[in-house]
């Protein structure tokens, strides 16, 4: 019954990822910014919730202050905000940038 799992599962991510992929254009950075601040919020509450490794809870507060970061992006000159959250990820999340 994994497998069915697998399936539902998928059929959901493409239901919530579909607003994301019909308005996305590959000159908005400003959508790239929100589409990883959106996918680290879930991932978040995912380490939250099923605590999945034993560092679930600081796993799931890194990331939710880099979602913060990233969501302060509003003016165009808030890009230090934006570098501050890359940095963060550079030094937080293993394999960001290798």
């Known amino acids: 019954m994994l497998?069915?799992?697998?399936?539902?599962?998928?059929i959901e991510?493409?239901?919530?990822?579909?607003?994301?992929?019909?308005?996305?254009?590959d000159?908005?950075?400003?959508?790239?910014?929100?589409?990883?601040?959106?996918?680290?919020?879930?991932?978040a509450r995912h380490h939250r919730k099923y605590g999945i490794c034993e560092n679930?809870?600081?796993?799931?507060?890194?990331l939710e202050e880099c979602a913060r970061l990233l969501k302060v992006r509003g003016d165009h000159g808030?890009?230090?905000?934006?570098?501050e959250a890359l940095d963060f990820m550079k030094e937080k999340v293993r394999g960001w940038w290798d």
């Open 78 to 83: 808030e890009l230090d905000k934006i570098n």
């Open 27 to 43: 000159w908005d950075y400003d959508f790239l910014i929100a589409r990883m601040a959106y996918k680290m919020e879930r991932m």
């Open 56 to 62: 679930s809870q600081e796993i799931a507060e890194e």
């Open 13 to 25: 991510n493409i239901i919530v990822w579909w607003k994301f992929t019909w308005h996305d254009r």
């Open 3 to 10: 497998w069915l799992r697998e399936i539902i599962y998928g």
